[in-house]
């Protein structure tokens, strides 16, 4: 399996990462296929509150983390994806970065 992982700080806020993560969840559900699950209010170990989108579809699964200061993506690929891996990973960071203006 090859693994991705992306890492975005803002200076948002919670409120409109959580719309960011919204607009990319339906990108992945319509553009990708995706199969996406949003859990809302969680506490991660700094303590502070986390949202995670969890996606997958055919040969790829992951989540995205979402808090009032970062975005973290974490995208396993299966074999047959992992050869696009590069690929994947740019369209992924172009879409992020452009979500986060």
Do not use: P
């Amino acid at each position: 399996m090859s693994e991705i992982l992306i890492q975005r700080a803002h200076s948002l806020g919670m409120e409109k990462a959580r719309a960011i993560a919204a607009k990319w969840q339906q990108e992945a559900e319509d553009d990708w296929g995706m199969d996406c699950t949003y859990v809302a209010n969680q506490t991660n170990d700094q303590g502070e509150i986390l949202d995670r989108l969890n996606f997958e579809r055919a040969g790829a699964s992951g989540y995205l983390e979402v808090t009032a200061s970062q975005l973290t993506m974490k995208l396993e690929l299966g074999f047959l994806m992992a050869s696009f891996k590069d690929k994947i990973e740019e369209k992924i960071t172009s879409n992020l970065d452009k979500l986060l203006g």
